[in-house]
């Protein structure tokens, strides 16, 4: 079946940029909408951007012009392209699809990634 896998995290500093990448492996017919969550230690997991098959995006106040969302959809990637990263960026970052056509009749729906952690600081 049809899984996601985060890369890319890692130890920035303040001012600095990270691009995270997520690929959907396994046998992929499509994919639906795509989103990248947060969850900082103690915190509730939260939502961070989202882009649709039209290739459409959203982001949330807090990300609003320092974070790109885009995707390939001949490779099944999605990816975020984070700049300006605050402290207050530090957390474990998820991909998310809303739905994953693994045949042409059959699909995986809400799947997630096993995470990708994001630290910045000096």
């Known amino acids: 079946q049809a899984q996601l896998v985060e890369s890319g995290g890692g130890l920035v500093q303040p001012g600095g940029s990270l691009r995270l990448s997520c690929v959907a492996s396994?046998?992929?017919?499509?994919?639906?909408?795509m989103r990248w969550y947060r969850q900082a230690p103690g915190k509730q997991r939260d939502w961070v951007a989202s882009?649709?098959?039209?290739?459409?995006?959203n982001y949330a106040d807090s990300v609003k012009g320092r974070f790109t969302i885009s995707r390939d959809y001949a490779k099944n990637m999605a990816y975020l392209q984070m700049n300006s990263l605050k402290p207050d960026d530090t957390a474990i970052y998820y991909c998310?699809?809303?739905?994953?056509?693994?045949?042409?009749?059959?699909?995986?729906?809400?799947?997630w990634g096993q995470g990708t952690q994001v630290t910045v600081s000096l």
């Open positions: 882009i649709s098959t039209g290739g459409t995006t």
């Open positions: 396994g046998t992929i017919y499509s994919i639906g909408n």
């Open positions: 998310n699809a809303e739905e994953i056509h693994y045949k042409p009749a059959a699909w995986l729906n809400d799947v």
